[in-house]
């Protein structure tokens, strides 16, 4: 029972959800010592769902193990090699199977993000071993709906501002210098010159959405636009609220006009939409490149700064701050102003 409180300890101890995961991995590996133990997501849009593995452990591990951050989708196993697993994902009940080894798969839910746990053993999973599987999710979940309550803006469910600090050096930490600029159809990937880049996007004329039709729908085209975002950024871009109608993307991907491409296509897909009373609803779009030894604020500045030159020269457009610095738009990173204009 001790040993159950330690790791119980251990689980809720830490307030980031990759180490979440490994901790519980770890904790069921030590305590059932299963031949393997796995937390599995399930990521990409509908047709194309995959397995993405939060955390692994097999008996011979020391330490638990995931799928990159920035795995191509398509490199991932496809719901339908694992069986059990999608009749977890689609049920909610445990699967258990018989066999060499033995399979028993547990659902996951946090906030209605629906994952799978998923154990190999040489013996059966009996009814002690399946409570304490159970119990102990339970307090996963519980704890993870907590992480979730404290770092999603209420609105739009995307992250909030206070959680942009820590992913921002998380990914700096890991980022390496950017590859040089390459076709738009390149992939956003795992290459050797995969890089991190910021992006600030800025709903244009919102002031004028809010003082024609009212808050509430303002609300509901902020609503809308984060739906947007998720649709359209991969599973793993960071997507951010910072509050009002400024929304901000923390992206991998291996060129300038790699990410610049994404945004483009972001910027498109909300021209293109139909919002119900407001009608046509546009962003304009700054970005950077992370670097390495990059701060939060300094990095935001120069994406800010890509987004205001944006905004004086016809909204509705993708802007690169590297691109606006070469041309001779914008200033090198100096402290100097870009001129004024009107942002709403």
Partial sequence: MTHLADHLAELTEFRDRDALDATLVGAFHDLLQPLSVAVYR????????????????AA?????????????????????????????????????????????????NVGGDVG??????????????????RSVLRIYCNFQALLEYSERDSLTGLLNRKTFDASFLKATAES???????????????????AHWLGVIDIDHFKRVNDTFGHLIGDEVLLLLGRLMRNRFRVHDRLYRFGGEEFVVLMRCDSEACAAQAFERFRSSTEGYSFPQVGRI??????????QGDTPSAAFERADKAVYHAKGHGRNQVCSHAALVASGDLAAPDGSKVGDVELF
């Fill in 42 to 57: 399930c990521v990409g849009e509908v047709g194309n769902q995959r397995w993405l593995a939060r955390a692994r452990m």
């Fill in 176 to 194: 390496t210098p950017a590859g040089p600029v390459g076709g738009p159809d390149e992939r956003r990937g795992d290459s050797p010159t995969s």
């Fill in 116 to 133: 799978v746990l998923e154990f190999h053993s040489a013996q059966p999973l009996d009814d002690a071993a399946q409570r304490l599987i």
């Fill in 60 to 108: 011979s591990d020391v330490v638990a193990t995931a799928d990159p951050a920035w795995t191509e989708i398509d490199s991932l196993p496809a719901v339908t090699e694992h069986p059990e697993r999608w009749e977890v994902f689609t049920g909610g009940r445990v699967v258990l199977r018989s066999g060499q080894p033995h399979l028993g798969v547990f659902p996951v």
């Fill in 282 to 291: 546009t962003v304009s779009i700054g970005f950077t490149a992370v670097t």
